[in-house]
C-alpha cells in the first residue's frame, strides 16, 4: 500500500519560509518521479514543482520560480519543498504526488499515488 505523508504546513506572514516534506512508502521511492501540487479555495489543482528520479532534473511554475526548491533524499523516501518568500497568494493546500516513472511532470494526471495535503496560509 502506498502512502505519501505530507508535514510542515502552517501558518508564515508574507516573506516568511516553511519547508514542506513528504514522507513515501509502498512504492519504489527510488524509481519515482515525484510532485508537489496546491490547491487554493475555490480554484483549481494547480502544478507547483517536480523533480525527477535521480534529483537531478527539476521544474517548476512560472509563479514560483527563485522561491521554491524542491529536492529530495532517496536515502529518507522524502521530497521536500523549500518555499522562501512566501507571499498571501501562495496560500493553498500543497499536494505531494508520485509516479512510477523517472521523468517528471506538471500535469496532475499524470501522478499516480497522492498525499492528503498540509494546509500553507500565508498572511499579509
Known amino acids: 500500500q502506498v502512502q505519501l505523508v505530507e508535514s510542515g504546513g502552517g501558518l508564515v506572514q508574507a516573506g516568511g519560509s516553511l519547508r514542506l516534506s513528504c514522507a513515501a512508502s509502498?512504492?519504489?521511492?527510488?524509481?519515482?518521479?515525484m510532485g508537489w501540487f496546491r490547491q487554493a479555495p475555490g480554484k483549481e489543482r494547480e502544478f507547483v514543482a517536480a523533480i525527477s528520479w535521480s534529483g537531478i532534473n527539476t521544474y517548476y511554475a512560472d509563479s514560483v520560480k527563485g522561491r521554491f526548491t524542491i529536492s529530495r533524499d532517496n536515502a529518507k523516501n522524502t521530497v521536500y519543498l523549500q518555499m522562501n518568500s512566501l507571499k498571501p497568494e501562495d496560500t493553498a493546500v500543497y499536494y505531494c504526488?508520485?509516479?512510477?516513472?523517472?521523468?517528471?511532470?506538471?500535469?496532475?494526471?499524470?501522478?499516480?499515488?497522492w498525499g492528503q495535503g498540509t494546509q500553507v496560509t500565508v498572511s499579509s
Open positions: 509502498g512504492l519504489t521511492f527510488s524509481s519515482s518521479a
Open positions: 504526488a508520485a509516479r512510477p516513472y523517472r521523468s517528471g511532470s506538471q500535469v496532475a494526471y499524470e501522478y499516480k499515488y
